[in-house]
């Protein structure tokens, strides 16, 4: 903000509470290096007027169209598809690819160019997603959590990867082994002379 200030005062310009609320958003969206960068190429362009908010978000890429970013989108469904992983490495593309519902739903809802109702429908809908995903990635800071997943990058839910073990089969139980005085019980009885020995 030092550096931005020191802009100011070569035109004596005094920025109002609302104009340093907007540079700090700008600032806050970019890395030190970039916005200082910025800072030293519009001195050195020799204009003399005082930066403005949305002159740095052009040229600091924030600015972005949400037109130009429907033709990146639709030339990378045309390429890339369900099947592969889109590369996209702006967090507010991707931001706005995951408020839609996430890349392989962009591509199953992705209308032909020759559908003009549902093209107009798609454009008002990435237009809103878009404009939610730039207020998401540079005001609030909140980068998206995930990549963009397609079919072949598409990991396994935790819950999908419970190992199915074998029931166990029962060991069928052991013979019991004969109780004593069942074995007598069942045993036949001696005779009398078995008992008492023979008869004189």
């Not at 990058?153 to 004969?178: D, G, V, Y």
Request: one cysteine or more; glycine letters at 4%; proline letters at 10%.
């Amino acid at each position: 903000m030092l550096a931005l200030s020191e802009v100011m005062g070569m035109t004596r310009h005094e920025m109002t509470q609302f104009e340093a609320e907007a540079w700090k958003t700008i600032m806050c969206a970019v890395p030190p290096e970039q916005f200082k960068a910025y800072l030293q190429q519009h001195v050195f362009t020799g204009s003399g007027f005082t930066p403005k908010p949305s002159e740095a978000a052009k040229m600091l890429g924030l600015a972005a169209d949400p037109d130009t970013a429907y033709a990146s989108v639709e030339r990378l469904v045309t390429q890339c598809g369900p099947y592969q992983q889109p590369p996209i490495s702006d967090p507010v593309l991707v931001s706005a690819i995951q408020h839609m519902g996430g890349w392989l739903n962009v591509c199953e809802q992705w209308p032909a160019p020759t559908e003009s109702f549902a093209v107009k429908a798609m454009r008002e809908r990435f237009a809103a997603c878009f404009n939610q995903a730039m207020v998401a990635v540079n005001i609030r800071g909140e980068l998206p959590k995930q990549p963009l997943m397609s079919l072949t990058s598409k990991r396994e839910l935790p819950s999908e990867r419970i190992a199915h073990q074998p029931t166990a089969r029962l060991a069928a139980p052991s013979p019991r082994p004969a109780d004593s005085s069942e074995d007598q019980s069942a045993a036949p009885l001696p005779s009398r002379a078995q008992r008492y020995g023979p008869l004189h």
